[in-house]
Each structure stands twice: as structure tokens, then as C-alpha cells.
């Protein structure tokens, strides 16, 4: 059975993030949307938070799985025997960033191999930082994120 | 009246910002240069001394306003009834950042464009930031912004 | 009155050109969509051609002009009076060739100002070439081109 | 069963093109690597030549096929029932053709997915067009392409 | 005598920078290794720890000094009275922050010019914080670091 | 003696080439400003012109010399028996290319190191092609390129 785990800060989910753990339920067996937990410092949502809402708009894809590991990639592909790790490309910076992570990874284990696959024209701009930013100020962000991450904004981000 | 909005952090403004400014100011009926606090966290200068400072070098510029915003550049565009955001391209990665803030305030109100213009090629390596990073050992940056801030960093960081 | 040229192949125009001239009539007094003429060695439809494309797609746009130019475009600015050069970015290789022919025409003459607006998201990938490559084969084309330009292929590339 | 397709021009197969198809073919049932016959104009070796050598040197993968194909792609992986296509990814420049490509390929079919996998860091530098650049003057192309691709550049250019 | 100065946080010296400093002394008459100490906030490493790994790792290279320094990278050029920096480029987002610092240091001083070297291919993707980000979890970085620095990460990161 | 080779097409030489030779004279104790005769296919200037101009441009560089090749650079590395390649760098898309030759020429004969340096920034627009872009309908390249450049644009672009 093909695994693939989509690696991520997921702070918060987005459609471009959820446009990516779609498209590669159609072709793995399974996905499994795990939220690394060292890789934001200074988190919006807790990993419990992030974690619920990844479950909440994933709900109807039964090959989808979540989860959260602290440690390292490869340790947590090795706990869950998955040999694909797949990743959105968006932009330029993405590109350079994620090649250096997929050849860290390659040299620790070079059995595991990293897909790419290019984010949906639609949410090329679209990022869990940029979301964050207007979201504070009360901005609509209904065609950014799935509507429990909508509510959830409401929660942290209380109109006075 | 055509109205353009010039929003960034000008911690301080260089002859970069400047010259972006001067040649918007040819163009449009009025340009509005506004400090966006919420933008960096950590600044050297306070809102009311970069406000001031972009006052001072701006002064014989009539159709240049000077302001500041803690909010969202959306909502002050309506605030202003301005339509138009111009921003200074320099780089690569001025490109990608600003193309993602240009289309997320797209997608907020489709009526505001944001028009990129070229930092004239002797300021293209230029930022505030690195002018910080060499001001603070006294190094001479009369080339790289205007006479009032060359004074701002000498009281910032008087030799000793 | 402000005038701006929005110079160009346009072999053939792509919803994506479409985009940018929409825009920038909303912004400028007129826009004037100008086929250059030494730009493309060996382009599919002739200029005669191109410009009539573009006059079918733009009738409705009573602030848009069509014309074709052999020569310079600083010359052919001076020529029609206007002052700012309106451009369209895509993607990180359009805008290093773009910053470089935006600084010649500044160099020529530092009265034209190059403006670039962002294309539309959903067009970032569309080019004139890459519609060429796929037309040649009979693809639909139909959300990349105006229906003119879908009848006009289907005349290059008739089906056996 | 999960057939890839691995397309290009193939002028000739690189040290870098096998690693990708390598690879490729550990996570695939199948991969057909097919050489594209419109994208290259004025190749140095004929489509025969060059599907000879992919053949050759993918002799010991048994879940490798070859072909080539004059079309667009899309027609190709209908004809073939294959829903995946493979890329290796070297540089920013890539990078940007390949979206552009896999973006097209997403808009004439969206069952049709484009995964992006990262070139070995030692062929990074690697290109047909380079090695082709070299080998006509006579280097040393031992570690960049195949044996049978070493003779074939023999052939073409003999020393005198 | 031609000396060129390496400059860089070193926080730890990897096998990347090790191979510039190799190549750069076999070049020049000196080669700096110039640990810059205002450039990294919140270190892994002291300045001490750092200056005396990569003391340990270059000492079978007699042409090669190590150095720490508090500011300005060209008052330190003057102090040792050397005119060539030396840097290893990686990436486009090197390309751009490494471009922009040669021109601000060409600006304080046009008689100091600085050469980039390119980084072997092996370790294109390599960079002190990946390693670190590794490193913390236990990762095997043997191919990443000399022998020293290995153990100072086990020192660092005890296993529990 | 340190000898470094500055290869190109210069087809013609441009103030940004001349620039580059310029500073490498003050580094190495020779260089050899040499035209590849391979990389272009149709040039505008033969190689005589070529080269003739640039002994023009350098002939107060007691330390330039000026030659021509047609052949790998390697060979000529060899011949000349000069261990270093200076080329200058601009752009994101020259960064690319030129990454990609010096890797190639590295693995070629590793002895061989390639330098880059940075183009002045008021030339970093500055290209041979779009110097001849524009010559060819009269624009003024004073300040693009030398005078015997600028005579021999007006050599091959007579005005009727």
C-alpha cells in the first residue's frame, strides 16, 4: 500500500493546502496530513487546534489521516512506513526552500522519495502567514480557508 | 482625482522609497505615503519619527501626503477612496512577496490595482534594512537616504 | 489626458493580455494596444492579422486603440504622446526581461514610466506560445483565447 | 495499476533523465518514458536514435517502456490510460516551464496530475543542451551520460 | 600579498563552507575565515565555539587564519588590510541577500571587491540551520559536518 | 602568475562587460578577454570586429589581452595554462547559466575555478542583445557602450 504523508505548519489549514491532501488522496492509497510540530515557533493555533481543524475539513476523504509528530521527518515516515512525501509548490522561494528539505531527506534516507505537486493557479498567492495577516483585522477570508478555519478566526479574533 | 497609496514600513525611508515616491507623485493627482505599523515588529524608529522624517524629505512635494495606519491597506484605501497601490520592485523576492499581497488585495476588493514600479538601478540594492545593519557601526550612508536621516541614525547611534 | 501603450506580440491576444488592457483602460484615459513589430521573427498570424484579433476582442472598450509599430517603442511614445507603458507579470522570467527593457526605456528617456500590473491569478500560466503549442493539435482552447482567436487557430490548423 | 508517463525530448538521455526514471519506476507500476517528437526543432539525434538509447540503457528496468509520440501530451496519456506524469526538477528555470506545462495539462485534463521530483544534487548542473555543447569539441562525457550515449556522441563527432 | 576574508556566521561551519575556504586558498596568498559576530541573533554556538571548530577543521591548512569580528565587515577589510571577500553561492535567494551586500560593501569601499565561488554541487542544499534543524533530533549528519562538529552537536543535543 | 580567462560572445563588448574586465585587471595579473566563437549562432559583429573592438576599448589595460576561440573553454584553459574564469553577474537567469557552465567546466577539469563578480549596478540592465535591440533603429547607446562600439553600430545601421 503506497503512504504518503503532507508534511506541514498547517497554522492554519488552507483551500491551497486542502487543494493539495485532495489531489493526492486520488493517487496514494493513503495520505496522512501530519502537522510537524517544531517547525513554527510562535503558532496562531495550538497543535490540538490545528489538528482539529485538519480532521474537521478532511472529514469526507477516507484515505486521509492526521496527525502531529515533534521529531524528525524521516523518523516519523520510518514509525509510519510511508515512503512518499508529498508537498504544494507555489512560488520561487517555495522551490528553493523545499528542494533543501527534499535533499536533507533523500540523504537521510535515500529510499524516501518527495513529490511535488503544483498548488492549484487559483491559490498561488495563498499562504497560512498572508491568511493571518488580514484575518486579524477582521477581513473576509471565506474563498481563503474552509469555513470551520472562518469560525476559528472569529474565536482568536473577536470583533470589539 | 487619481489617488495612489504608497504603504510600507520606511524604517527609515531611503532614496529607494524616495524615488519610487517622486516619480508616482509625477503620475498620479496625489500620493499618500503611509507607515503601516502593524507591518514590523521590531522597528528602529518610532511611527511618529518615521512619519516625520517622511515629512521632512518630502516636503516640497505638494500632491504627497504623509500618514500612518494600524489596520488593513484595504480598508484604508476606502477610507482614502483611493484605488491605486504602487510599490517599488527591486528583486526576485520583492517580486514574489509583493505579487501574493498584490493579489490577496485583489481578491479583497477587485476595484484596487496595485502598479509595480522599477527602483531606479543605482538604489536596487537598497533596503532599509541593510542601511540599518551598516548605520550601526557609523558607517557613512549619506549615498543611501536623505540628509534628515543620516542626522536620525547619528542620534540613534552616537559614537561613543 | 493620460495615456498608456501596452506594447506587445499578441500572437495571438490570450485572456491574459485581455485582462491587463481591461485593467489598465479602467485606470488610464486610453490604452493603446500596440502589435511591435520587430519583436517576433517568425510569428503564426501575420500583423495584419494580430491587430485585427485584438480589434475584435476590444471593440467593446471605447478607451482602447489598436495599432502596430516597427521601431522603437520610445519612439512610437513620443510619437503618440503618452507617457507610461503598461505590462502585464506573470512569472520571475517575465519579470528580470521586463525590468530590463523597463530601465533601456528609462535610460532612452526618463520621462516614460513602466507600469506592471499583476495578471490575473487565474492566467499566470497562459502565454501566447504555450496556446501556439497546444492549438497546433487541435486542443480546446477556450478558456485560454476570446472566441476570435479560438476561429482564427481552427483556420491555421484545420482538422484533416 | 499506476502508469507514469516521463516526457521530453531526450537529445540525448542524461546520467539526470535516468536517475528521475529510475526512481520513477520504483514508486510506479509502469513509466513510459516517451520522447515528444514536436518539441525539439533541430534535434542532433533522430527520434529513432534517441528512443534507441533510452531502450538501451533502461534495458535491466523491466517496468520501463519507451516510445515517442508527435501530439500533445494530454492525447498521449488518454491513448496509454496513464493519469500521471513525472518531472525532475534542477533549477528556477525549470521550475517555471514545468508549472506553465503542468498547469496547461491541468486545464485540457484535471484527472491528470503532474508530480515534480528533485534531479540527484550531482546531475544538477545537467542538461542535454550542455553535454551536447561539450561533446562536440571531443570532453570527456564519461560521467554525465550512459556508455551507449558516450559512443553515440562518438559517432556524431568524430575525431579527425 | 592578495588576502581575501571569508565572513559568515559559521553557526556551525558545515562541509559547504569548508570546500569555499579550501578553494579560495588555493587561490589566494590568505585566506580569513572571519566569524561576524552581529549577524546571527540567537546562536546555536557561541562565538568561542565556533571560532575554535573552525580552527580544528582548517588547521592542515597553513595559508588559512580564523578570525572573529564585531562589525562593520569593511572596517575589518581595512584593519587586515585585505581586498577581496570570498563567498560560496548556493541558490537564486543567496544570489539576491549575497548581491545586494557586494554592493553595499562596494559602495562603502569600491576597492574591495568580492568574488563568489560556486558551491559544490554535493552541497548545494546544505546550510547551517538545515543542519541544526537535523541535528537536534538526532539525525546522522556525518555527511554534513566534519568529524568536530559532530560531536558538537552530541554535546549540544545529548541523546536521553 | 595569475591568469584569468573572461569568456563571451561581445558581440559587441557593452560599459558592463568592460567594467567586469576592468576590476578583474586590478585582481589577477592577467586577463584574457577571450570571444567564444561557438555560443553565438548569428552574430551581428564577426569575431575580427568582435575582437577588434574590445583591443579597441582595453588598449590603455596594459595587463588585458585579447584573443578568440573556437573550441572548449577548457582547452583553452589549458593552453593558456590560466586556472581562473571571471564572468560577471546581473540577473537571476544569468545566475542560472552560469551556474551550470562552471559546474560543467569544474567537473570537466577541477582545477579550473570560476569566479563571479557583480556587474556594476548601473549597468545590471545592460545586455549585448539589448544594446543591438536598440541600435538597430538609431537609439542613442552613448552611455550603453564605448565610442569605437557606438561608431560601429552606426557602421552597420546607417540612417537612409
New interface residues.
Given amino acids: 500500500m ?1 503512504v504518503a504523508v503532507c508534511p506541514g505548519s498547517f497554522d492554519p489549514i488552507t483551500y491551497g493546502h486542502l487543494d493539495i491532501i485532495q ?1 493526492g488522496a ?2 496514494f492509497d493513503k495520505v496522512i496530513c501530519c502537522v510537524m510540530i ?1 517547525r513554527k515557533k510562535d503558532p496562531l493555533f495550538t497543535v490540538e487546534e490545528r489538528v482539529a481543524l485538519i480532521r474537521e475539513v478532511t472529514r469526507d476523504m477516507p484515505n486521509v489521516e492526521v496527525d502531529s509528530y515533534r ?2 521527518l ?2 516519523y515516515m520510518h514509525k509510519k512506513k510511508a ?2 512525501i508529498i508537498k504544494g ?1 507555489r ?3 517555495d ?2 526552500y523545499e ?6 531527506n ?3 534516507d535515500p529510499g524516501v ?6 498548488t492549484n ?2 491559490y ?4 497560512s502567514s ?1 491568511v493571518k ?2 484575518a ?5 477570508v471565506d ?2 480557508v474552509p469555513p470551520p478555519v472562518v469560525q476559528a478566526f472569529k474565536n482568536k479574533f473577536p470583533l470589539d
Fill in positions: 503506497a489531489r486520488e493517487v517544531n521529531g524528525l524521516i523518523d515512503n512518499a509548490l512560488a520561487v522561494s522551490f528553493e528542494m533543501q528539505m527534499a535533499s536533507i533523500r540523504k537521510l522519495e518527495t513529490f511535488f505537486m503544483m493557479n487559483k498561488s498567492y495563498l499562504s498572508i495577516e488580514v486579524q483585522y477582521g477581513a473576509n474563498d481563503l
